[in-house]
Each structure stands twice: as C-alpha cells, then as structure tokens.
C-alpha cells in the first residue's frame, strides 16, 4: 500500500467538501471528482486517460460518448514523466491540465505544454537554502546524490557554482539512474562510496518515483553517522522495518513554506469507512490497522468493529494528520479550478439573465483564459511566466526509536530578507544522527556534526593548499615571524604595523615597547654614576691644582693648558649623559658636536703641551726665533686653530646631512629602539679620524720629548695617555658598528669614559700623587738639587 498517495485522494476530498460547503463560490453547482491510479508504463497511462476522457473500456479517439459527466481539468502528479505523458495526450484537446509534483522546467515550455499549469513553486532559491545551511554549521566537505536526468543536472550545475563562490566543496558527486526499478534487484555498487567517504554530509536532491529505489538501500544500510540533506519530496515516514535505529534519524528536509491546514488535520481524524462508504480502500486500513472483520464479497466492514478508531492511531511513519507540500499543491490546485468556472458560471448568469435554464454548459479549454489570471493562496500565479520567489520550512527527521517518524519543524530560510537574516534555526530543537550523540551523567550531549577534508587552521596558522586535491583540503602551516592570523581558516597571514610585534601564538599584534638606553636600567644607571663620579673627580683635580697653583708642580707644564684640559675633560666625563634618556633630534645633534668639540679641546691643549716641552729643550732654530715663539706664546694658538678646523668640519656634517632621531622596529623583537641616526656617516667618521689624528700628533709629539731634561716632564704621560686614546677609538669603530640600539649608544658613552679617564690618570694622577704623597719634591730646593745633578 502507498499511504502517501492516499494522502493526496484525502486531499482531493477535502478540498472539494470544503468548496462545496462555501455558499459564496459556485453556490449552485457542485464540485466531483474522478480519482486514478496509473502504472507506470506509458502505454498503460495512455490507456487509462483515454478511458477516462472517451468513457468507453474500448475508446475511439476524437468522440466523447459519456455526455451526463463533464470534467473541467485533470490533477496529475507526482512524476513528471507522468505528467507530460498526459499532457501530450490532453493538450490535443485543449484540456487544463494541472500537476502538483515538483516543479520542473520542461513541463513549463509554453510551445510543448501549452495546457499546463504547475503549482509547485519552482526551485529557484533551493540551492542558495542549502548553501546557507552547509555555511551555518561549517560543513565544507559535502557528497551529493541527485538523479540522472535534466532536473539533476541543472541543479548540479546551479549548486556547484553556489558552493565554490562560499568554498564548500564535493566530496562526491553520484548521477543517479531516474529508474525505480534499477535498485529493485541488486545492490548499488557505488555504495561503497557513501560509506567510506569522510564527508559526514550529504545531498540528496530528487523525487521518490525517480530514487526511491535509492532511499531503500540506504535505509538498509544502518549510516548512522551520515546526515541527509533533502528537498521536500522524500516522504521518509514511508520506510519503516523492525529495527530501532533508522539511518535517516536526524536529517534534514527542505520544504516550500505554506499555510498549516488545521482543518484538513481535523478531516482526517473523521475518516473513517462508515462516513465514506464507497472509498474501497479505508476498510482494508481499518482491517489491517484495527483488526476489523472484513467481508470477503464486498470488502466491506462487518459490524464488529472499533467505534472510535480514526487515522490519527496510526504511526507517523505511516500516515501523517499534517498537509504535506503535495497534498497542499493538491488544495490550491481544485480552488485555482472552482475559481476559474465561478467566475465562467458568473458570466454565463449576466448573459443569460431571462433563460430559465441554469444549468452551466462550458467546454474544459474556456478555463484557460481564467487560469492564467488567477491568483490562489499564498499570491501563487498559474501564469507560466510568473516565478515564486518560495520560502522554506527545515525540518528536522525524528525517527528514533523507528516508526516515530516525526518531521519536526526547527527553522526557515526567507531569500527576500537580509543575507544575514535568511536562515533561522532552532538548533536546541534539532536532533542529529546517534553517531554524534553521547551519554553523560544527567544529560543527553548532541555535538554538531563535523564535515570537512581538513580540520580548520586556528589561528596563528594559515592554510596551504595541497596539489592535486580539492580547496578544502589543505595543510595548515605557522605563520612567518612578526605575521599574524586571527580568524579560523585564514588564507594568508597578515603582517603586524611597524610599530607592533606578532605575539607567541601569532594570532594577536602587540605594541612594541619604546627600548633605549634610560636612567632607570642598570646599564644607564652605571654610566650616569661613572659619568658623574669621574666629572667630579675631574673637578677636585682642578680645585687642587687651583689650591697648590704656584707649586713647581703645577707652573712646570703650564697650568693654564692644564686649566684647559681639566675643564675640558669635566665636559668629555660628562658628554655620556647625553645618550642616556630618550632622545630627540637637538640632544642627537649635541651628543656629537659637542663630543667633538670637547675632545678637540682636550687633544688640541695635550698637543699645546707637548709642543710646548719641544720647542723649550729640542729646537734648532735662531735665538730670536726661539724667544719670539716663546714669548708670543705660539703654542697657545694651536686650540683655538685646531676648533676652528672642527668646527668647519661639523658646519659641513649639520648643512649637509645633520644626525636626527629614527626608531628601529626591527633590530630587538618585541621593541622599537630609539636611537640617534648619524646622518652623514662620511661626516661622522671625518670628526672621529680628525680626533685621532690630534691625538696621535700629540703621541709623536711627547715621544720626542719623552727623554728631555726636565724635572717634572710628562711627555712620556702625554704619550702614553694619547697612545691609549687613540687605540680605544681605533677599537671602538668595529665593535661600534656591530652592535644595534642602546648597547650601541652605551659602547660609544663608554668609549667617552674610557678614553677621558686615560687622559685624567696617565697625566694628572702623578701630579697629584706628588702633591699629597711626596710633598717634598714639589719644592724649589729639590728641583735645584736634581738640576745641579743633571748639570754635573
């Protein structure tokens, strides 16, 4: 027994008890019907309509004999094939032929099915429905199963096209022979496929005439861990056996939105063979459902029987109380056909207002031009130009324990709505296939159903296709230092601002920190002390030498250029202050100015003093030469000539390229380092080769009076110290420059100290040394004696 049909004969019924109760459309006519069941051999279906339209068992075409029934159109479904077998025959005639199976695109062609009206909204937005769905859950590896045929290959062409542009992906595709009978007697041999594919999600798109075959074996197969995404003409309550689990418990079905029919549940509660004597087909429902005795000559109910019995007792996977989308199609179509001779039986009336007959006299093929004006429920036009734009009810397959068969509504999709709006569900409602069910301790937990060919890069990864193989498979690989991904499944990762540094997990920028060389870390700490301590180290110096100014000590070896040089070298122990703290282009500019023009100072007064020695004890020229050099104090003038050439040097460096402030962001990861740029490198390295080159004149200089008689020479200080100086700036260049950020602002503050320090301990520590230790030959008798010795 096909229940399912059934279904659409109560329908049929419904609908017209229902017109004939309406006294405000054709209120004195009467609707009847005639109701067939064809085989499915063409030839028979031929046969059958011809019977019907002629009225004879032999019929001869072209002559209508049974003239007390007259027909105004034929319901036809839900087989296409069926349809249009009936349509070629009827369309000879001109008979309205109405079908309430899905829609389909050749029955629409006007220049072959010109008397044809299809009520099944069309397809149009099924495909953009199941796209969302497979986007909702993150189902990027899906198979589909849909018939051999032109309805299957417009929507395979029509669903791929969706499914690339959102990168969802076939797993498989499977064309299906549109014969029923192919699966009747053997086994598919590409199930195998279905089975062992990962994709845990499939399509199945088609019509139970063409696939039912198909469903069978599946229902036989016990996957339950596969969900099943069909269109609405699966009637799965149909497949029912003797075991609990059902392989199709949890899918999901796609059906054309319409009005619930309260009414037609409640028609159906009152079906029952006693109310419709003739129907031949109730008492065997009755007799195998109710156990109801059943008379062998006429097939009709004794009278010991059940008095409440009705079809609402029987499983759902038998018989549903709710309107299904056929049976609806079913209702508009025989209101779409009492419209159509309402509105003739009305004109007739205002034609013949004063003839007595009434009697409506009409040829089925005038209701054509009514039929494609009439607009039914839910704003559906019969004109075959006219598209639905149909909305969809989901719902969700309940069938566990088996027979429940339960077709729960959990969502909708609306393609006239926001894109972001479209699909709604109710996913606490929704059941899924037992596989992705699992049992803990007070509850019931349902994990959605995972299909993909990769598992999802999380962040911090980025996804790498793989040769050959579809774009949903992938590798996922870590992204490149300092490059971030933040989202699921990125295809590339991004590459953090200047300014920020990719975290361990490379999935979030973090703003580097300002790095350079401050007053608060240790480093800078012990420059400032160093720094601070030898400045005023230096100045005690100074004050003793200002105290013990008229000791021969201090008057040996000009205490003015020693003046000179101890101020100088207060301002060269004090230049390493300007690299620490965050600096700015003036504090860039001074660190070399005035570090420049400090040690010029210094170098130019020790050049002054070994001059000085030279020109006193080692000269050769004339007399006069020799006094006028002495007493116009010559050497004096080699300070202020050697800053003027300094200074012309940095006039150059700062009118050319002067130094100025740049951040490093990529030297130390996680930091931007401030530093002092030097602008001119060229200009830089003049300055410092100019500075060695003093000091190493001053070297030569004290060398070659290292061994002069005097009693408190320091020449060989003089060149000792220049000789330490210029060996920790020769040393300072290579380490300078391999180095990066504040390490290389401290080697240069440190190189200051160093080479400042050389020059303070290798002149003056002696001295004072002298002055607090052997105060005795800081006197005017010890240098007599030692020079009455050396005169001897």
Same mark, same amino acid.
């Given at each position: 027994?096909?229940?399912?049909?059934?279904?659409?004969?109560l329908?049929l019924?419904?609908a =017209?008890?229902?017109?004939?109760?309406?006294?405000?459309l054709l209120?004195?006519l009467?609707l009847?019907?005639d109701f067939y069941?064809?085989?499915y051999n063409?030839k028979?279906?031929l046969i059958?309509?011809?019977?019907w339209?002629?009225?004879?068992?032999?019929?001869?075409?072209?002559?209508?004999?049974?003239?007390e029934k007259k027909?105004?159109?034929?319901?036809?479904?839900?087989?296409?094939t069926?349809?249009a077998h009936?349509g070629?025959?009827?369309q000879?005639?001109?008979?309205?032929?109405l079908t309430f199976?899905?829609f389909?695109?050749?029955?629409?062609?006007?220049?072959?099915f010109?008397?044809?009206y299809?009520?099944?909204?069309?397809?149009?937005f099924l495909?953009?429905?199941?796209v969302?769905l497979m986007l909702?859950?993150?189902w990027?590896?899906?198979?589909?199963?849909l018939?051999d045929d032109?309805?299957?290959?417009?929507?395979?062409?029509?669903l791929r096209?969706?499914?690339d542009?959102s990168?969802?992906? *076939?797993?498989?595709?499977?064309m299906?022979?549109?014969? %029923?009978t192919?699966?009747?007697?053997?086994?598919?041999?590409?199930m195998?496929k279905i089975?062992?594919?990962?994709?845990?999600?499939?399509i199945?798109?088609?019509?139970?005439d063409?696939?039912q075959? *198909?469903?069978r074996?599946?229902?036989?197969?016990f996957l339950?861990?596969?969900?099943?995404i069909?269109?609405?003409?699966?009637?799965?309550?149909n497949h029912?056996d003797?075991f609990?689990i059902?392989?199709?418990?949890?899918?999901l079905i796609?059906?054309?939105?319409?009005?619930e029919m309260?009414e037609?549940?409640?028609f159906?509660r009152k079906?029952?063979?006693?109310?419709?004597?003739d129907?031949n087909?109730l008492p065997k #429902?009755?007799?195998?459902f109710?156990?109801?005795p059943?008379?062998e000559?006429?097939c009709? *109910?004794?009278?010991?029987c059940?008095?409440?019995a009705?079809?609402?007792?029987l499983?759902?996977?038998i018989?549903n109380?709710a309107?299904?989308?056929?049976?609806?199609s079913?209702?508009?179509?025989v209101y779409a056909?009492a419209?159509?001779?309402?509105e003739l039986n009305v004109q007739?009336?205002q034609?013949?207002q004063?003839?007595?007959?009434?009697?409506m006299?009409?040829?089925?093929?005038?209701?054509h031009?009514?039929l494609?004006?009439?607009n039914?429920?839910?704003n559906?036009?019969?004109?075959?130009?006219?598209?639905?734009?149909?909305?969809?009810?989901?719902?969700?397959?309940w069938?566990?324990?088996?027979?429940l068969g339960?077709?729960v509504?959990?969502?909708t999709?609306?393609?006239n709505?926001l894109?972001?709006q479209?699909l709604?569900?109710?996913e606490?409602?929704?059941q899924?296939p037992?596989?992705f069910?699992?049992? =803990?301790p007070?509850?019931?937990?349902l994990d959605i159903?995972?299909?993909?060919c990769s598992?999802?890069c999380?962040?911090g990864f980025r996804?790498?296709?793989?040769e050959?193989?579809?774009v949903?498979?992938?590798?996922?690989?870590?992204c490149?230092?300092?490059?971030?991904s933040n989202?699921?499944?990125?295809?590339?990762c991004v590459?953090?601002?200047?300014?920020?540094?990719a975290?361990?997990?490379?999935n979030y920028? #973090?703003q580097k920190?300002?790095?350079?060389?401050?007053?608060?870390?240790?480093l800078?700490?012990?420059?400032?002390s160093?720094?601070?301590c030898f400045?005023?180290?230096?100045a005690?110096?100074?004050?003793v030498?200002v105290?013990?100014k008229d000791t021969?000590?201090v008057?040996?070896?000009n205490?003015?250029l020693?003046?000179?040089l101890?101020?100088t070298?207060i301002?060269?122990?004090l230049c390493?202050?300007?690299?620490?703290?965050?600096?700015n282009?003036?504090?860039?500019?001074?660190q070399q100015?005035?570090?420049?023009g400090?040690?010029?100072?210094?170098?130019?007064t020790?050049?002054?003093k070994?001059?000085?020695?030279v020109i006193?004890f080692r =000269?050769?020229f004339?007399?006069?030469?020799?006094?006028?050099?002495?007493?116009?104090r010559a050497?004096?003038?080699?300070i202020p000539?050697?800053?003027?050439?300094?200074l012309v040097?940095?006039?150059? %460096? #700062?009118?050319s390229s002067?130094?100025?402030?740049?951040?490093d962001?990529?030297?130390d990861y996680?930091h931007?380092?401030?530093?002092?740029n030097?602008?001119s490198?060229i200009a830089?390295h003049c300055?410092l080769?100019?500075?060695?080159?003093?000091a190493?004149?001053?070297y030569?200089m004290?060398f070659?009076?290292?061994?002069l008689?005097?009693?408190?020479?320091e020449?060989?200080f003089?060149s000792?110290s220049?000789l330490?100086?210029?060996?920790v700036?020769i040393?300072?260049l290579p380490v300078?420059h391999?180095?990066k950020?504040?390490?290389?602002?401290?080697?240069e503050?440190f190189t200051i100290?160093?080479s400042s320090?050389a020059? *303070?301990?290798?002149?003056?520590?002696p001295?004072?040394y002298i002055?607090?230790?052997?105060p005795?030959k800081?006197?005017l008798?010890?240098?007599r004696?030692?020079?009455?010795i050396?005169?001897?």
């Amino acid at each position: 027994y096909n229940f399912r049909n059934y279904e659409f004969f109560l329908a049929l019924v419904f609908a =017209v008890e229902e017109i004939n109760r309406n006294p405000h459309l054709l209120s004195n006519l009467s609707l009847g019907f005639d109701f067939y069941n064809l085989p499915y051999n063409e030839k028979q279906i031929l046969i059958y309509m011809a019977i019907w339209l002629m009225g004879q068992i032999n019929p001869f075409l072209n002559y209508y004999c049974e003239k007390e029934k007259k027909s105004a159109a034929v319901l036809t479904g839900t087989s296409w094939t069926t349809s249009a077998h009936i349509g070629t025959f009827l369309q000879l005639y001109k008979f309205p032929q109405l079908t309430f199976g899905p829609f389909d695109s050749i029955l629409s062609d006007q220049t072959q099915f010109s008397s044809i009206y299809q009520m099944a909204p069309k397809d149009t937005f099924l495909p953009l429905a199941i796209v969302s769905l497979m986007l909702h859950f993150h189902w990027t590896w899906v198979g589909l199963i849909l018939p051999d045929d032109h309805r299957g290959t417009q929507m395979l062409s029509v669903l791929r096209e969706m499914m690339d542009s959102s990168r969802i992906c *076939l797993a498989f595709v499977e064309m299906i022979s549109a014969t %029923w009978t192919s699966f009747s007697n053997k086994f598919w041999k590409n199930m195998g496929k279905i089975q062992e594919s990962l994709a845990n999600v499939i399509i199945i798109y088609g019509n139970t005439d063409s696939l039912q075959g *198909l469903m069978r074996n599946l229902g036989q197969q016990f996957l339950t861990q596969k969900v099943w995404i069909m269109n609405s003409q699966w009637d799965m309550t149909n497949h029912a056996d003797y075991f609990m689990i059902d392989t199709f418990h949890g899918s999901l079905i796609f059906e054309h939105h319409h009005k619930e029919m309260v009414e037609f549940t409640n028609f159906i509660r009152k079906v029952n063979p006693y109310k419709y004597p003739d129907d031949n087909y109730l008492p065997k #429902l009755w007799f195998l459902f109710f156990k109801c005795p059943l008379s062998e000559l006429d097939c009709q *109910l004794l009278d010991m029987c059940q008095p409440n019995a009705s079809l609402e007792f029987l499983p759902r996977h038998i018989f549903n109380l709710a309107m299904s989308e056929e049976s609806y199609s079913i209702y508009k179509a025989v209101y779409a056909v009492a419209h159509s001779l309402h509105e003739l039986n009305v004109q007739q009336v205002q034609l013949q207002q004063n003839v007595d007959d009434k009697t409506m006299s009409f040829f089925p093929w005038q209701l054509h031009h009514v039929l494609r004006k009439i607009n039914v429920e839910h704003n559906t036009n019969l004109d075959w130009k006219e598209e639905s734009d149909a909305e969809y009810d989901i719902f969700n397959f309940w069938n566990f324990p088996k027979g429940l068969g339960l077709k729960v509504k959990v969502g909708t999709f609306s393609p006239n709505t926001l894109q972001h709006q479209q699909l709604s569900l109710h996913e606490q409602m929704m059941q899924w296939p037992k596989a992705f069910s699992e049992t =803990v301790p007070g509850k019931l937990w349902l994990d959605i159903p995972h299909s993909v060919c990769s598992e999802s890069c999380g962040p911090g990864f980025r996804k790498a296709a793989i040769e050959g193989k579809a774009v949903c498979c992938y590798d996922c690989i870590p992204c490149p230092d300092n490059e971030i991904s933040n989202e699921t499944d990125a295809d590339q990762c991004v590459k953090c601002p200047e300014n920020y540094f990719a975290n361990e997990e490379k999935n979030y920028c #973090l703003q580097k920190a300002v790095s350079f060389l401050s007053y608060e870390e240790s480093l800078g700490m012990i420059l400032t002390s160093i720094s601070l301590c030898f400045s005023a180290l230096t100045a005690m110096v100074l004050a003793v030498f200002v105290k013990y100014k008229d000791t021969p000590i201090v008057k040996a070896n000009n205490k003015t250029l020693s003046y000179i040089l101890l101020l100088t070298l207060i301002t060269c122990f004090l230049c390493p202050l300007l690299f620490i703290g965050h600096p700015n282009n003036i504090t860039c500019i001074l660190q070399q100015t005035i570090l420049g023009g400090a040690f010029t100072v210094a170098l130019s007064t020790a050049l002054a003093k070994a001059i000085t020695v030279v020109i006193a004890f080692r =000269v050769t020229f004339p007399g006069r030469m020799v006094r006028w050099l002495i007493v116009s104090r010559a050497p004096n003038f080699i300070i202020p000539i050697c800053f003027l050439v300094l200074l012309v040097l940095c006039g150059i %460096w #700062l009118g050319s390229s002067p130094p100025f402030i740049e951040k490093d962001a990529h030297s130390d990861y996680g930091h931007i380092i401030i530093v002092c740029n030097m602008g001119s490198a060229i200009a830089f390295h003049c300055v410092l080769g100019y500075l060695c080159s003093l000091a190493l004149g001053s070297y030569i200089m004290a060398f070659l009076s290292r061994n002069l008689p005097d009693t408190f020479n320091e020449a060989k200080f003089l060149s000792f110290s220049m000789l330490v100086f210029f060996c920790v700036w020769i040393t300072f260049l290579p380490v300078y420059h391999s180095t990066k950020g504040k390490v290389m602002a401290a080697m240069e503050a440190f190189t200051i100290l160093a080479s400042s320090a050389a020059i *303070l301990g290798f002149i003056f520590a002696p001295k004072c040394y002298i002055i607090f230790f052997q105060p005795d030959k800081n006197s005017l008798d010890y240098m007599r004696k030692v020079e009455g010795i050396i005169l001897k």
